[in-house]
């Protein structure tokens, strides 16, 4: 009978702290999905257009061939440089418009 008592007691404290890390980590998922949230919804508020999936994947593209741009410029390719600064701008200015 005192072994029983252990055993839920022991039972008990495990249950707490599964609890305790289960209940953190949600606070902190809900911290970080309202984060990106605000973050997305400020982005696309400031650019213009609406807070889709699709609008975020063109931002970062757009950004992506921009960086691109960067790195060709970098390397001393002037052409391709500019025609991926040229592609990278096309892409995000039809998306502002």
């Given at each position: 009978m005192y072994v029983e008592g252990f055993f839920e007691s022991l039972g008990q404290a495990f249950g707490a702290f599964i609890r305790f890390i289960v209940e953190a980590l949600s606070g902190f998922f809900g911290i970080l999905g309202n984060a990106i949230g605000g973050f997305i919804d400020g982005m696309s508020s400031a650019?213009?257009?609406t807070p889709?999936?699709?609008t975020i994947a063109v931002v970062v593209i757009g950004i992506m061939l921009l960086y691109t741009a960067l790195r060709s410029f970098l390397?001393?390719?002037i052409i391709s440089g500019?025609?991926?600064l040229l592609l990278g701008l096309?892409?995000?200015s039809a998306l502002i418009r």
């Open positions: 650019l213009g257009v889709s999936l699709l390397r001393g390719s500019i025609i991926w096309w892409l995000l």
